[in-house]
Antibody, heavy 124, light 109 residues
Framework: QVQLQESGPGLVKPSQTLSLTCTVS??????????WSWIRQPAGKGLEWIGR???????NYNPSLKSRVTISVDTSKNQFSLKLSSVTAADTAVYYC????????????????WGQGTLVTVSS | SYVLTQPPSVSVAPGQTARITCGGN??????VHWYQQKPGQAPVLVVY???DRPSGIPERFSGSNSGNTATLTISRVEAGDEADYYC????????????FGGGTKLTVL
């Protein structure tokens, strides 16, 4: 059973860079069949997909955030990370890391594993 | 980009049937997944590929998808079903980005 755990600062100042890490346990991040995603949810609002990374390092980002987002993977630590630059109060949210299985014949499966989420507040 | 539209809220009495819709252009041609999210918790998959249920999800949860509307149906609603529900698809027109609906708050009266 794969488990995901987010970690990082809970408070970030405006204009600075938000950095979070997701540690994967119970499976290898290099398995080759999974994509690893970041999703966020402002208080009282819906889910917003931020982007994803494949074990090869290939990334895809939400166009609305693409200019500020970098997702990377560290296979030696079984972790993947999120950096969001030039943050404002609008970036205050619970940030989730999640995983999705991919099959070359049938495509993307639903998001199957989620971290518990971590609240990041942008405030001076 | 692809847009999914859900009603903000649905209310139903215990024991009745709740239907939560998810509208999108020709959504019937896509696989729709549904997640349940209770306060303070991460979302949980309740229906995938339009109408399949993961193990451990009660048979009361079912789904359908045709034309421009996908529907999550919860039969014999219980108090414990009160939650936010989100539909999700992979947008093949934009490199398979994840698209979520805006979410529907299910209230059990």
């Amino acid at each position: 059973q794969v488990q995901l755990q987010e970690s990082g600062p809970g408070l970030v100042k405006p204009s600075q860079t938000l950095s979070l890490t997701c540690t994967v346990s119970g499976g290898s991040i290099s398995s080759g069949s999974y994509y690893w995603s970041w999703i966020r949810q402002p208080a009282g609002k819906g889910l917003e997909w931020i982007g994803r990374i494949y074990t090869s390092g290939s990334t895809n980002y939400n166009p609305s955030l693409k200019s500020r987002v970098t997702i990377s993977v560290d296979t030696s630590k079984n972790q993947f990370s999120l950096k969001l630059s030039s943050v404002t109060a609008a970036d205050t949210a619970v940030y989730y890391c999640a995983s999705t299985y991919y099959d070359i014949l049938t495509g993307f499966y639903p998001i199957d594993y989620w971290g518990q989420g971590t609240l990041v507040t942008v405030s001076s | 980009s692809y847009v999914l539209t859900q009603p903000p809220s649905v209310s139903v009495a215990p024991g009745q049937t709740a239907r939560i819709t998810c509208g999108g252009n020709n959504i019937g041609s896509k696989s729709v997944h549904w997640y349940q999210q209770k306060p303070g918790q991460a979302p949980v998959l309740v229906v995938y590929d339009d109408s399949d249920r993961p193990s451990g999800i009660p048979e009361r949860f079912s789904g359908s998808n045709s034309g421009n509307t996908a529907t999550l149906t919860i039969s014999r609603v219980e108090a414990g079903d009160e939650a936010d529900y989100y539909c999700q698809v992979w947008d093949s027109s934009s490199d398979h980005h994840v698209v979520f609906g805006g979410g529907t708050k299910l209230t059990v009266l």
